[in-house]
């Protein structure tokens, strides 16, 4: 029986999971695309990954009604098998897998794309994804305050109330509070620009990782024209990131304009320019679940709390 395992790992630890797979040779435009199996309840997503020791599959499902029953918007489980037999090896939960793993790729980028004092987040969004996405970033930029904006006041309270147990300077704030940051992440499931892109200070970095759909974003075209730009993928990110395939298809931005993905920003061959904003959109992808998950698997081995290990 393939083993259930829990998901341990620290923020830190899953970025640096991310790192060593990219600086292993892993080349993030080669990883199959996820399909999107549309439901009367929502949508189920299948992604599938392999890299050399390892394969996996995460069938996660989304359904945007979850939240008002209670229920998590993202559900689903993550497979893991051995690379070269493809024998199960360990089951995880997906929505913690995804819960993790993204806000790691956030963290990831920002090493390179945020000011190394960055201090000030102003975050989007009061969900568990911002709530990763706080911890992820204290592990790799020395925060001192958060402003949270969210459509909500009870959630935006309670995640600056969890801000400041951590030490941190938390209020709630509203959208032009953008114009303060070191830092902007936006995490939400909005469909249109959540704050206008021209208030954005040139010193900051910007993360949009809410939306994996082509007709939706979460910054404005102002944003995108005015910022150097990074994905994890081009062709993803051309295929599924509405906060470039809009502008691009209005004639804003071109195709030939640069788009450095997260290897060349991982591997150092990407420009990082400091006299403009700096903005980073994720869709999420199978290769990060696959190294987060194999990473969470070999610490368990370590410990030897893999059922039928030795």
Not at 16 to 34: I, K, T, V, W, Y
Not at 227 to 232: D, F, K
Not at 263 to 286: H, I, Q, W, Y
Request: with cysteine; charged share 15%; net charge neutral.
């Amino acid at each position: 029986m393939t083993p259930t395992l829990p998901l341990d790992l620290t923020p830190a630890q899953a970025v640096a999971a991310l790192a060593d797979a990219l600086l292993g040779g892993l080349n993030p435009e080669l990883c199959p695309p996820r399909a999107h199996v549309p439901l009367p309840a929502g949508e189920l997503l299948l992604m599938p990954a392999a890299d050399g020791r390892y394969a996996g599959v995460k069938a996660a499902g989304v359904v945007p009604t979850n939240p008002g029953r209670g229920l998590p918007r993202i559900t689903g489980s993550y497979l893991l098998l051995d690379g070269p037999t493809l024998q199960p090896l360990a089951l995880l939960d997906g929505a913690a897998l995804t819960a993790l793993r993204t806000p790691a790729v956030t963290a990831l980028a920002m090493r390179r794309l945020a000011a190394p004092e960055a201090g000030h987040l102003v975050l989007f969004g009061a969900g568990p994804q911002a709530y990763g996405h706080l911890e992820a970033l204290r592990a790799v930029r020395p925060l001192t305050g958060v402003t949270v904006v969210a459509r909500s006041a009870a959630p935006a309270e309670a995640l600056a109330a969890h801000a400041r147990m951590l030490g941190l300077t938390a209020r709630v704030g509203t959208p032009e509070a953008v114009a303060d940051a070191d830092l902007v992440v936006c995490c939400t499931t909005a469909h249109s620009p959540l704050f206008d892109g021209r208030l954005v200070p040139a010193h900051a970095a910007v993360a949009a990782v809410g939306s994996h759909r082509p007709d939706a974003r979460e910054v404005d075209t102002a944003l995108v024209v005015r910022s150097a730009r990074y994905v994890e993928a081009r062709a993803v990110a051309l295929r599924e990131a509405g906060d470039l395939v809009i502008p691009l298809a209005a004639g804003a931005v071109t195709a030939g304009e640069p788009l450095a993905n997260l290897s060349e920003l991982v591997n150092g061959t990407a420009v990082v320019p400091g006299d403009r904003p700096r903005f980073f959109k994720g869709v999420g992808m199978a290769w990060q679940d696959l190294a987060v998950a194999a990473a969470q698997y070999e610490a368990h081995l370590a410990r030897g709390s893999v059922p039928g290990s030795t």
